[in-house]
């Protein structure tokens, strides 16, 4: 391709929200075999809600939920989010947090979930990997609901109250609208996709059976996105990958195509070969689109 066919595919892209990071970053996106998209606000919408819950010992509900808001209220995870504001519409309040109990000793457990003591007990919400790490008993009931829960595609977590599973909640996050038909757009475009993410692996396979995705890595750290990433290019694949740049920064920079969606954090913007501003998986075939146009046409 001559550097005017670049400069007017860049163009186009640009007046798209596809902003293509120069002539390398275009070259790349036409020899992609495999697409690796993030679960969490890449095939998903990102803004989860609390859909259902449980209780397996005696507690009021309201006090459930407000003993876990406070336990999560220095989190930053999109779980947390989701049940604070669970707490917050159960009292009909829409910002104020005065209400919740006292924490102390707050810990987050990446990829696990997090320890808190509220109100002088100790509190700790999370996977199933964190109450075997911290030797807590999960009754059969509490196992059950997680299965149902994951079956539903939804997240589910636990919650221990001074090492006792007191209850557990389900969290949904929709997948976007456009996802399925991107993916059968892509594989009759001769590119595979797959689905990373730090999620169950229930819950994972859910999600991918509704997009139609077969290749799934679930139950991943951050590190491990990347590894993954370089042990399908070690196999001679040409691999992008996009995310939003919550926990997949590292992935994005291994990748031969860094992907970052819907204008996510800096740290997205800055790590991507590809920067997709809308937060639409259809800018994703655009953009193989405009670099396929460019270099197959002239040579
Ligand atoms: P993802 O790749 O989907 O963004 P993460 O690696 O951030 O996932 O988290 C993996 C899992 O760890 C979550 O699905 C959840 O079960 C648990 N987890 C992480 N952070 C929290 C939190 N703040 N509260 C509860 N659970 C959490
Ligand atoms: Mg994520």
Same mark, same amino acid.
């Given at each position: 391709a001559t550097p005017t066919a670049v400069m007017v595919a860049t163009g186009e892209g640009a007046t798209q929200?596809?902003?293509?990071?120069?002539g390398h970053a275009l070259e790349s996106a036409h020899k992609v075999h495999q697409m690796i998209f993030d679960k969490t606000?890449?095939?998903?919408?990102?803004?989860?809600?609390?859909v259902s819950s449980k209780l397996?010992? @005696?507690?009021v509900l309201q006090k459930f939920y407000e003993t876990i808001a406070a336990a999560e209220a220095? &989190?930053? @995870?999109p779980l947390a989010r989701a049940i604070i504001d669970n707490a917050k519409s159960m009292r009909g309040? &829409?910002?104020?947090?005065?209400?919740l109990p006292e924490v102390n000793n707050f810990k987050s457990l990446p990829g696990q979930g997090v320890y808190a003591e509220v109100g002088g007990q100790e509190v700790l919400v999370g996977n199933m990997q964190l109450m075997t790490a911290s030797n807590i008993d999960v009754p059969e009931e509490a196992i059950d609901y997680l299965q149902d829960m994951e079956k539903q595609a939804r997240t589910g977590i636990l919650v221990a109250i001074n090492k006792e599973i007191y209850g557990a909640l389900a969290i949904s996050d929709p997948v976007k609208p456009e996802a399925k038909a991107v993916v059968a757009i892509l594989k009759s475009m001769g590119v595979l996709s797959m689905m990373v993410t730090g999620d169950n692996w229930g819950t994972a396979n859910s999600i991918a059976r509704e997009v139609g995705i077969e290749k799934v890595y679930a139950e991943t750290r951050p590190q491990g996105k990347a590894d993954i990433v370089k042990e399908l290019q070690s196999t001679g694949k040409t691999v992008a990958m996009v995310g939003d740049?919550?926990?997949?920064s590292p992935a994005l920079v291994a990748a031969d195509v860094g992907m970052a969606i819907g204008a996510g954090t800096d740290i997205a913007i800055e790590a991507?070969?590809?920067?997709?501003?809308?937060?639409?998986?259809?800018d994703v075939v655009t953009a193989i689109h405009l670099s396929r146009k460019t270099f197959r046409r002239i040579r």
């Open positions: 929200g596809v902003l293509i990071k120069g606000g890449t095939l998903t919408i990102g803004k989860p809600v609390v397996f010992k @005696h507690m220095s &989190s930053e @995870h309040e &829409s910002s104020d947090l005065s209400w740049g919550i926990n997949d991507a070969d590809i920067v997709l501003m809308r937060n639409n998986l259809e």
